[in-house]
């Protein structure tokens, strides 16, 4: 029988038999339990009840109120720390008559919990789980997601949801991105003017961030705050412009890209400021780790400033990026003093750092193999920017230490895991769950997994189970789609819309902004807000047409069903037509609407030269082609993901079969 | 050309033309302009620009950054302030060339804002808003919605996007339940036992509640706390039990209902107690008004205490009616020492208290007519019960001053308004947006709207549109019905369930309750929470029903109509069978599945009736009519809504149309 899990275990064994499921079904506690533990029993007993709309006898479980039973015993040897490395290994054995999950530490119970909850199964006599034994623990110890505050803010219900998501599938650390040249997102006491004119008024208080930080822990999660600098900090400027490099006044930007404005590192005072700016954030966030960026300084503004260009004479400093060093190097001196160690890109790394910095890789492997064999820890997101919109299975095989590793087994590990990357330019509270889910769940599997856990079919099937999971923790990546299309169309009827935008999927990598200019203000409401990265239909209809096409274009279900999409497509255009009328916001999707049923119309006659036994005669091929080329164009920055199955499909049918 | 606002203004012209929008479009905001009004232009600048998709030039409207344009004029003459009786009134002029705002208050100008966008409309060419002149002003000063944050805590972003519902139909005042038997819901610095034991932890830091009442004022409502008192007071005791009446220890309630423990109101510690306590409330919130409650009292702990009655001896108070008299003569004095002025339920009516308290009837006009008499101010929630899912046009066709009212002008004017009550039983914050909306926005007209505005079918035309804007605040109402329905099925194949509870509503008044035995811990998630109050479909049904009757059954094309749709219920159940098997949950619907199949086949048999313009026999009419009756009772606390509109089919086709 199929488990879903996922991430899938490191070793599971399947017996004979279901404990079954009823309404007085109980759990026990058991060993040195936290209230971390208490707490997320209670959360898994609630979750169960409302997944099966079971009545339990039992509330809130506590020391107190924890009873002895032989349903469902929690065992935990003892509370776990928040610390990379921590153990969060766990064991779940199910018979019939009871199950048992232990652990080592509270941390590895959680994540038996969630185990638990995605092995409940149900048949026609009611929910069970079915008899195996699983011992599990993660591959790498650093499984990560980023979200970006500071471009368009995310309130606090926004990212514990999120921090629900990543529990959910095993994530144990929130990469907190929290100031940008749009915005600093974090209620400063000591500066406040930081907050105060860098956010519009869209801040986390500290009160916010300590309840983010402890809903995190509850749920066995580390948050690690990011403060960008010396560049990606223009929102620092309007309050503070002294610690710039060029002079003010400064405002809040709204455009994308790469800034100037810069932290003048030629300047005391500067690094004054930033001593006391992290004395009081080291205090607030309790993480051992402080990330500080470090990316993307342009360097113009150094260049343009007399001032520093004298202190780099004076000091030996021969170019920009050893300038950025020697920031680095006094940044990482304040954060020792407060007791951090620093995690920073790619650009940060020089070997005057020591050696329990982070090198954090946005270039790749390489990068990252580099500054291992030279001692230093790293973790990879390169492979993992999902604000890019590619496709599930290109991030699920993205392996920071795939097999041919050129790496000795010390280096390894030093590779501690890696962090999917939400980086906040399209997206808004409205949008980002659907550009974080479910594509970050098989990058958690990744992280978590065996390596030789990669069989992306298996994958895909899962990961469609899962995302039904996510979504009842109250992620709204499929709920909002049909939201989005009911306001796209102005009324409820989002019959041929819906057609249409479930095979479209947003441009990729960073085409969006090149295509038109967005500020902070521009709405996030249009046809490629809604549409999806790895659109479902049109991966279920590519795969439908590579396993026709196996059978030579013979296999009659296949056939049908392929055949059922292209009539249903080709439709479509009249229908929409007439929905555009009334939704102007439309028209910009209104020709790759017609390019569907053009690309629907053209496929369904290749299919009449198969039934025919005839081949196509060149002229229509290439006429085809050419129309498929045509289709392939982005509109409205989205693309039509059917084109190159149809294009196979004119290909091999209509030589009539091959 | 008909207009969809709701609530309908006091007064509209329509003109000739049109505002054509486009990507230019500018706001000025003139006058004596609050932050209130800038954050309020801003908002509704990004809401347009998000339901068009256009792009607009303007940020952030500041001082600083309006500008002098002839496309949207906002003119303001004052700030106003958050109190009963401000003015809300404000004009708009819609031409061709020019829209003006015109308000005397920064609270008319943001109900003008949220009526000009629910003014734009479409077309071919793009949106637009139809030329027009508004001139409006809210026929009662207190238009409430009462949501019960005590029985299930109803967490900040839940509490906030309700605020926007509010302000997008004109609701002026917040009325937060927060303190009952089964939690007490807010952050207390003098008592915080209050908060520690009686919440679970699930209660709202004075940060958070600070947070909502700006956020409350920015949309210009009122937010007027509750603290229920003597009664509903279980939670408090859990950490102060010598405020009881009968001797600890107490626990947090986990069930419904009338409780036993109260209040002593013989003991001078507890109004020390309550004197210390609402001198920190009431600067916490600024309301002029505090409600007291004073509900649902039953007095057993007052006659089972002998030195409680021993005080009633010797102070000449009667009867446990007397007693409470008592108690809220107390209570008031403290509120007004602190500058406010005491509301409450029917129950602390008495004349002995000053004319500005205000009386809040559940039980109805008799009882809010007979204190204006006296002379007292009220406002009516009796017919405003959301949480007894009655159909919306019961709640709308509930005037608070019908014209044949048995008042004087001088009594007329002492009847506030009215507020819908969200009582939380039986809602989580999945739930309540579907309980609260669309239904509320009826009761806004109803308050909002001149009394003659009482077109039903109109309203419930309009109601589904401004259904679908509400969504777009983050509303829930509609988006977590399929959400729901696939965790129900435990797949994505929602389709025969969802033709199923297209025509269920749960149960209504108090049998859910009175059929399951449900605790503060019961599942949420059952059919029974996916089912919404005023089933549209059922509606629909019935209507067409309806009017076909009227038709003597010959309307044709709703003749086809009504039969497509029972032809799908008839083969509905076979399919819904099989999602039951793999969803045990399903099973408590089974039969009432089953029904809906029964219910289609009788009816579809009536029309062959008519068709063959026969009389069915009196046997079949009979046994049919038996079928209907036994498939009206509820099942898993849902009712099929369908069964009266299919027995006057049976009753009229049968004897082959009449």
Known sequence: MGLNLMPVPAKVMQTEGQFRLSDSFKVAVKGDVSDKLYHGVTRTLRRLSRNTGLFFPQGTITAESTVDTTDFIVQCNRPGELVLHEDESYQITVSPQVITLTAETDIGALHGLQTFLQLVDADSNGYFIPALKIEDQPRFPWRGLLIDAGRHFIPVDVIKRNLDGMAAVKMNVFHWHLTEDQGFRVECKTFPKLHELGSDGF???????????????????????????????????????????????????????????????????????????????????????????????????????????????????????????????????????????????????????????????????????????????????????????????????????????????????????????????????????????PRTAAIAERLWSPGHVKNVEDMYRRLEIVSLQLERLGLTHEKNYLMMLRRLTNNTDITALKTLVDVLEPVKIYTRGEQRYYTQFSPLTRVVDAARPDAKVARHFRNLVDSLLTNNGNGNGQAQSVKNYLTRWKENHERLRMTIKKAPVLKEIESISEDLSVTASIALESFKYLENQQKADSTWIASSLEKLKNAKAPRGQTELMIIPAVEKLVRVLGEGGN
């Open 203 to 437: 801040y986390y208080t500290q009160e916010q961030i300590k309840d983010v930080i402890n809903y995190a822990a509850a749920r066995g999660i580390r948050v690690v705050p990011e403060f960008d600098m010396p560049g990606h900090t223009t929102s620092w400027f309007v309050g503070y412009p002294e610690l710039a490099s060029a002079p003010g006044p400064y405002q809040i930007s709204r455009k994308w890209g790469i800034h100037d404005p810069v932290m003048d590192p030629a300047r005391e005072e500067v690094y004054q400021f930033l001593d006391d700016f992290f004395k009081e954030m080291c205090g607030l966030f309790p993480d051992k780790y402080m990330h500080i960026g470090g990316d993307e300084n342009n360097g113009k503004h150094w260049s343009a400033n007399p001032e520093i260009q004298t202190f780099m004479k004076a000091n030996d400093i021969p170019d920009n990026h050893a300038l950025q060093s020697y920031f680095n190097r006094r940044v990482q001196k304040i954060l020792a003093k407060y007791g951090k160690k620093m995690v920073g890109w790619d650009e940060i790394f020089h070997s005057d750092l020591p050696k329990d910095i982070v090198i954090h890789s946005w270039r790749g492997r390489q990068s990252l193999y580099e500054s291992a064999v030279q001692g230093y820890p790293g973790i990879l997101s390169n492979g993992y920017y999902i604000d890019l919109i590619q496709s599930t299975d290109f991030h699920y095989l993205n392996d920071p230490i795939p097999e041919n590793a050129p790496l000795k087994e010390r280096e390894k590990k030093l590779i501690l895991g890696g962090e999917a990357t939400m980086w906040s330019e399209f997206v808004s509270a409205e949008t980002i769950d659907s550009r974080i889910w």
